[in-house]
């Protein structure tokens, strides 16, 4: 809503002037705009709870690319075993949450673009310069990484660049300018949330904040049921749910891997100084384990399941090879990202970390690994390596 000043006219008199400076004065001022929605109050108010929401995501995101990506330094628990499950899905959900607020703050603050730079005060036009471009890349980043996060859950990719990498480093940036942007405008932050909504007589600022506060609350509860369980049937909008192949959604397909089982499949366990090659039914005769586990995806979905399997510490333990360093995890897929992996030797260790055979109870189906799989507590989906066709002591 505009509404011009009372008292006056909308445009102060001139005289003669060119078309630059008709044009100056034909734009709108800030203190030209004075609907509810526009004041300091308003976008302070909704600049903390978006501050939550980014500030949440950012850091469940950093946790999400240092367990797929560890650096020498991170180690990851493997107890909980759902507590990836829980992070990851914070990381989705408070993005999601964000992306209404975004908006409801943006409209609140734009008529402030409309702010004539100081061009009499170079010092002041160095500083108008700057917070300008700290919030052009704000803005940019923040929707960079919402909308890409979006696709991401929809497993859409309609881009070249390689996903992870450029969401963590734009992540990054995103992160840097909202500091900037927050140093600059704390003192008017300050001022606006001493103040309380119902000491500013205009009306509908309540409603305001509440519309944005409640869209934001459906679209949390629309996607929540993709990973928490007892909201999969109120959420309209869950991209996954307890749906697939014997009852666990899959992302990537045997046939979409190009896996062929050769009749003659056997494990290879290798280590330094021995070797050993194990068949389906050699694995199928050692001491069987089950285990209640989730798949927690990077896209946000999780799912549990009874996995059952030898646990990878028993397995080498049997062959004789060395139970206490890291395992590079092999696939019969050789074209994929994560065709391999590696297990941390805490990941080892841990007797819930299987070499799954079975899923509730059914030999696994080709979707979802057969004729064996890895699963481990508290790892991301995506290095569960399915397919597994050799397993390497590291060290």
């Not at 160095?126 to 940019?140: A, F, K, M, N, P």
């Not at 990973?227 to 109120?234: A, D, E």
């Amino acid at each position: 809503m505009i509404r011009r000043r009372s008292g006056g006219p909308a445009r102060r008199p001139a005289g003669p002037a060119g078309p630059i400076s008709r044009l100056v004065r034909s734009v709108p001022r800030p203190e030209d705009f004075t609907g509810p929605s526009h004041s300091p109050l308003v976008a302070a108010r909704l600049g903390r709870w978006l501050g939550v929401a980014f500030g949440l995501c950012f850091v469940t995101g950093l946790l999400s690319h240092a367990v797929a990506h560890p650096p020498d330094w991170f180690a990851w628990p493997t107890r909980p075993a759902s507590l990836y499950r829980v992070t990851q899905g914070v990381h989705v959900l408070s993005g999601i949450a964000a992306i209404p607020l975004l908006l409801a703050k943006l409209w609140s603050v734009y008529p402030r673009l409309f702010a004539r730079p100081p061009l009499r005060r170079p010092a002041r036009l160095v500083g108008h310069v700057l917070e300008r471009v700290s919030i052009l890349l704000l803005v940019c980043a923040a929707f960079f990484e919402l909308v890409t996060g979006l696709f991401n859950v929809a497993q859409s990719y309609p881009w070249r660049f390689f996903f992870p990498a450029a969401h963590y480093a734009v992540a990054w940036l995103a992160v840097g300018a909202l500091l900037v942007h927050v140093g600059v405008k704390l003192p008017v932050t300050r001022a606006a949330l001493a103040s309380r909504l119902d000491q500013e007589p205009v009306p509908g600022r309540r409603a305001f904040l509440r519309t944005a506060a409640g869209a934001s609350g459906v679209a949390v509860l629309a996607t929540a049921g993709v990973t928490v369980p007892w909201l999969r049937h109120v959420s309209a909008l869950a991209w996954r749910s307890a749906g697939g192949p014997q009852g666990v959604p899959v992302n990537r397909t045997a046939t979409a891997a190009g896996i062929v089982v050769p009749a003659d499949w056997r494990l290879e366990i290798v280590w330094a100084g021995g070797r050993r090659g194990l068949g389906l039914a050699d694995l199928a005769a050692l001491p069987q384990r089950t285990g209640r586990l989730p798949i927690a995806c990077v896209e946000g979905w999780s799912a549990v399941a009874d996995w059952t399997g030898v646990p990878v510490v028993d397995l080498l333990t049997a062959v004789g090879a060395p139970a206490g360093r890291p395992v590079r995890v092999s696939s019969l897929e050789t074209a994929g990202l994560y065709a391999t992996s590696t297990l941390p030797a805490v990941h080892v260790a841990d007797p819930l970390t299987l070499l799954a055979l079975r899923v509730n109870g059914e030999v696994l189906q080709p979707d979802h690994g057969y004729p064996c799989r890895i699963i481990a507590p508290n790892r991301p989906g995506v290095l569960q390596t399915k397919w597994v066709t050799r397993l390497e002591v590291l060290g």
